[in-house]
Nanobody
């Protein structure tokens, strides 16, 4: 299975971006999908996650600004990012968790927020 991400880029503080991630070419037994990010010199952290069992979850730092959503029929997940801040600058990774316990990652997409 491949996770294909798109939508990253450069934006000014206060602006918006929308990331997309489509799961393609695999067994679509996906239980949850999520977005993680990793800034230079920092550990990868959860940004938002959407699960068929438990719904949505957000990091405290993005709650109220970011919204995760999905299109089940297309196995696609989106991350709408509003009111972006320079500290949101990172490589954003899409992740998919399958019911059998397997986990897949996308290649990452760069988001840069200028002040």
């Amino acid at each position: 299975e491949r996770l294909v991400e798109s939508g990253g880029g450069l934006v000014q503080a206060g602006g918006s971006l929308r990331l997309s991630c489509e799961a393609a070419g695999g067994n679509f037994s996906i239980a949850a999908m999520g977005w993680y990010r990793q800034a230079p010199g920092k550990q990868r952290e959860l940004v938002a996650r959407i699960s068929r069992r438990t719904g949505t979850a957000y990091a405290d730092s993005v709650r109220g600004r970011f919204t995760i959503s999905s299109e089940r029929g297309k196995n696609t997940v989106y991350l709408q990012m509003n009111s972006l801040k320079p500290e949101d600058t990172a490589v954003y990774y899409c992740s998919a968790d399958h019911w059998d316990g397997s986990n897949f990652w996308g290649q990452g997409t760069q988001v840069t927020v200028s002040s």
